[in-house]
């Protein structure tokens, strides 16, 4: 059996060594700052410039690597539409939804998953721990980026074409604690951009806190964001800072099936 179909076993699988340095080759040139040439491409995969020449031509006929006018090679356009095709077959929802649960769960509130659809807030999906929780009465989030913590987590990292639309608009006073001045909502969206996570507590409606924090996809990009919501009496110095940590976990996974490497 020749070297390039040689099955290697790694962590109780088995591998195609052709395709699995193949692969690796698309993931050097992915981290390289520039073009490499073959030499370069050969002492970085630790194989011989003749096994890498021959990789890279195979890559080259399928559009997977490029050659540029110095003769060195880059990735290829093909693997855009892949990339692309991929990202549309990710469901928000489908991904999240073990991680909500589990969120819920463990910090014993309710958890909110919401997208950005046509600049609006849009919750969807709902888990509810198995203990009764505070009700919370039903509210309109079209008008409350600077009152929640979802829409907190919105304005502090999306676009800021996005965030000067939302600022032209008057910031409603739902309560005493409703951020209206918006000199004071840029220093809260500073401050969630450095903690990770954002907190609203009885800014939207008197005694319910929610925490919120961003999940971001393989673009380094704002993708959804989750919440945990509950009365306010109930968060605590130490059950705030067990919710944060709870959610951030969350969070982070979900980042990282969506492929955020950050």
Request: proline share 3%.
């Amino acid at each position: 059996m020749s070297q390039e179909i040689k099955r290697t076993k790694e962590k109780g699988r088995y591998l195609i060594a052709s395709v699995d340095r193949a692969i690796e080759l698309l993931f050097i040139l992915e981290n390289a700052p520039r073009e490499m040439g073959v030499t370069e491409l050969s002492r970085e995969l630790g194989v011989q410039k003749s096994t890498v020449h021959n990789l890279l031509q195979t890559l080259l006929a399928r559009d997977f690597v490029r050659q540029t006018d110095t003769g060195h090679y880059t990735l290829g356009f093909r693997l855009m539409p892949l990339g692309l095709a991929c990202t549309q077959r990710l469901n928000i929802r489908r991904i999240a939804s073990p991680y909500l649960k589990e969120l819920a769960t463990e910090a014993e509130e309710v958890a909110l998953l919401a997208v950005l659809s046509a600049g609006q807030l849009t919750i969807v999906d709902k888990v509810e721990p198995s203990r009764p929780v505070f009700l919370i009465p039903r509210f309109d989030y079209c008008n409350t980026f600077h009152s929640t913590a979802l829409g907190k987590v919105f304005l502090a990292y999306s676009s800021e074409q996005f965030l000067e639309k939302v600022l032209t608009e008057p910031l409603p006073q739902y309560t005493a604690n409703t951020i209206s001045d918006k000199r004071v909502l840029l220093v809260e969206l500073e401050k969630t951009r450095e903690l990770g996570y954002a907190v609203a507590s009885n800014e939207t409606i008197e005694g319910v806190t929610c925490i919120g924090a961003p999940i971001i996809n393989a673009n380094g990009k704002l993708e959804a964001a989750i919440t945990v919501s509950g009365a306010t009496a109930w968060f605590n110095k130490e059950k705030r800072e067990a919710v944060v940590r709870i959610m951030m976990e969350k969070t982070r996974a979900i980042s990282t099936q969506l492929g955020y490497r950050g």
